[in-house]
């Protein structure tokens, strides 16, 4: 299992990780110091606990994924 995170502008990899909860915590650690409109250089993806692709998810999208998933996170 794994969740990548890419620079497609640059074509660089911002960082493999092994659970989606810190993929996306880095997403919007981007997000929070560059603006939401820089997701449009980022996309996520990977392969999840049984193998199957994640697919991947850039844009807006990736902006709302975070979000929602940092919503879910306990205080």
């Not at 993929?23 to 939401?36: C, K, P, S």
């Not at 994640?54 to 996170?73: I, S, T, Y």
Request: charged share 30%.
């Amino acid at each position: 299992m794994f969740y990548d995170v890419w620079d497609v502008e640059t074509n660089n990899a911002v960082g493999r990780f092994e659970t989606e909860a810190a993929a996306l915590e880095t997403v919007r650690i981007l997000l929070d110091a560059y603006g939401d409109a820089y997701a449009d250089e980022l996309q996520f993806g990977g392969e999840d606990d049984l193998g199957r692709a994640v697919p991947a998810v850039g844009g807006e999208d990736l902006v709302a994924l975070a979000r929602r998933r940092d919503m879910k996170q306990p205080a």
